[in-house]
């Protein structure tokens, strides 16, 4: 090894100097505590030996600024002393000595030392090459989860969002997907610690999450179905606090399932009003599916709305007085910001001056959805791939499928029969808006046919809460109810026809006998109006049959 001395006294310096090269280690020798700096800087030298009392610069000194040029390098100092005092020697210690050599030196003792330290050195070599390997596979293993657990649509232009772990692995994370008939789904959860172990179970969150959004399952299918993989995955004290929300642009809706994250807040900038999301479930993960509530919240969606979730390390970010950032400073932010493009900045920005120099004790992460521009956005996610020439699948076919009682309380078969329409290749172009058109059509079957509901309820931001909470109790009321399917494909020369039928057991509503020419909108109630009003400009025919408890429509297509 390479041991450099730092002794003041010739003779002192010349004998240590050649019992240390008998033991077989090169020497490097320094007169003074400024040479034994500027000599470590250069040659970087394994071991130091360093003398307390030097003229320029005291061994004390020179170890400090040793230190400092070291780094996380283990570079052990030996301070060579005949002091005596225990406070001498303490002093010696809280500088960055590691031993003491006395005067007369003993070359056993200086031999020991020297073995000890190249052992702790070669220990410690091995440690910083096994953590830098370890880091690079953690490293590698981000990058795949990260796009794993965060792809989607968190890249569209009315979603920000910021995930800032505490380590490489983040026990945060933040998806977003669009449904097939548009509407925009996004989840903030925050598993258990931080870390590695806390990532672990944002997979198959992730993976669910994204697989049943976008086959067209509802928000409480979806979380469901989250919940019953972490509870049968994860270990026991191990969950996923979370705060669901489906954007619902058909009905102009925004519905919220929150389990055990803070408050978030929906704000609107023009109105200055914010609505706050409360958290009144239990995370995910931890009941069975036996004993899992879904009771969301409702609220009436406003263009100007702008949907804000943050985890817990936001608001638990604490001061130099331990004093926590807490919710309250948070809507202090929405009231003093000026223009609502500069809240998100804001909230970062006031909780960075509140920790001051602190450092961060948990993952921080924080997302903004705006309303705005959201409905063109899912516009765009219609354009799917170009079919391929050579087409394998359904063609011709039909079939029919009544649901009883019992599936309408606990089953929605939009998404299983728009995934069945999907094997048709030249439709799969069309499947947001088929999936549109088949969820309008069962919708107005269950809420106005079957379960009795007018939609003039939803007039109001009252009445929209009043109207999804008497569905909810006339859907576990039903005793009698069922709605049938007829579904019919024919293929064409340029592409097919899709034939939908869609009938209940409710005792419909009177409507005269339309022809072609006859404007649909102008002869049907508000009753039905506005799920048929959308239908009848997606589709090229939709016929309601008396007593208006059955509606047909046919979708023509052509191959893109």
């Not at 077989?24 to 394994?46: K, M, N, Y």
């Not at 009544?402 to 439709?427: A, C, M, N, R, Y």
């Not at 090229?540 to 008396?546: F, H, T, V, W, Y």
């Amino acid at each position: 090894m390479r041991l450099l001395i730092a002794e003041d006294n010739p003779s002192d310096r010349i004998i240590l100097a050649n019992l240390i090269k008998r033991l077989g280690h090169e020497v490097i020798l320094a007169t003074d505590g400024q040479q034994a700096v500027t000599l470590f800087a250069e040659h970087r030298p394994d071991i130091l030996l360093l003398d307390v009392l030097m003229p320029n610069k005291n061994g004390i000194q020179a170890a400090r600024e040793i230190r400092q040029i070291a780094g996380v390098d283990l570079v052990p100092i030996i301070f060579l002393t005949s002091l005596n005092e225990a406070s001498d020697l303490a002093e010696c210690l809280e500088a960055g000595g590691d031993d003491f050599l006395t005067k007369p030196y003993n070359p056993v003792v200086i031999k020991a030392k020297i073995l000890a330290f190249s052992r702790m050195r070669r220990l410690h070599t091995e440690i910083q090459r096994q953590r830098e390997h370890l880091v690079q596979e953690q490293l590698a293993a981000k990058n795949i989860f990260d796009k794993i657990a965060h792809y989607g649509v968190l890249k569209s232009p009315n979603i920000r969002y910021l995930i800032s772990p505490k380590a490489i692995f983040n026990g945060d994370v933040v998806l977003a997907a669009r449904h097939p008939n548009g509407d925009l789904l996004v989840l903030l959860g925050d598993f258990t610690g931080h870390g590695l172990p806390a990532a672990i179970g944002a997979l198959p969150l992730a993976e669910v999450f994204h697989g049943m959004v976008a086959k067209g399952f509802s928000l409480e299918d979806v979380l469901r179905e989250v919940n019953a993989k972490l509870k049968s995955i994860l270990p026991v004290g191990v969950f996923c606090c979370a705060t669901a929300a489906h954007l619902g642009f058909r009905n102009r809706s925004i519905e919220v399932w929150a389990g055990g994250l803070p408050e978030g807040v929906i704000y609107n900038p023009r109105t200055k009003t914010i609505k706050q999301i409360h958290s009144k479930h239990l995370a995910l993960g931890i009941l069975g599916a036996a004993q899992f509530r879904y009771e969301p919240a409702y609220f009436e969606m406003d263009n100007d709305d702008i949907i804000y979730l943050w985890s817990d390390g936001i608001i638990e970010t604490v001061n130099q007085d331990n004093e926590m950032f807490g919710f309250e400073r948070l809507l202090d932010v929405f009231a003093k910001t000026p223009h609502q493009d500069q809240v998100f900045n804001q909230i970062l920005a006031d909780v960075q001056a509140f920790a001051v120099n602190k450092e961060q004790s948990d993952d921080h992460t924080l997302i903004e959805v705006k309303m705005q521009d959201a409905p063109e956005l899912a516009l765009e996610q219609a354009v799917l791939i170009k079919p391929k020439v050579a087409h394998r699948g359904l063609a011709d076919y039909s079939f029919s499928c009544e649901l009883g009682t019992d599936s309408l309380k606990l089953f929605d078969p939009v998404p299983l029969f728009t995934h069945f329409i999907h094997q048709v290749p030249g439709l799969k172009p069309y499947i947001n808006t088929l999936n549109t058109v088949l969820a309008e059509l069962y919708s107005n079957a269950l809420e106005h046919g079957v379960l009795g509901l007018d939609s003039m309820l939803k007039s109001n931001a009252q009445g929209f809460a009043q109207y999804y909470k008497l569905r909810h109790e006339k859907l576990i009321a039903l005793e009698n109810g069922t709605i049938k399917f007829d579904i019919k494909h024919e293929p064409t020369e340029l592409g097919g026809r899709l034939i939908l039928q869609v009938t209940d057991s409710g005792q419909g509503f009177q409507v005269a006998t339309l022809n072609k020419e006859t404007d649909l909108t102008q002869q049907i109630s508000h009753y039905h109006g506005r799920g048929l009003r959308l239908i009848r400009t997606l589709c090229q025919r939709l016929e309601i049959i008396p007593p208006g408890n059955s509606v047909i429509v046919e979708f023509d297509w052509k191959w893109l």
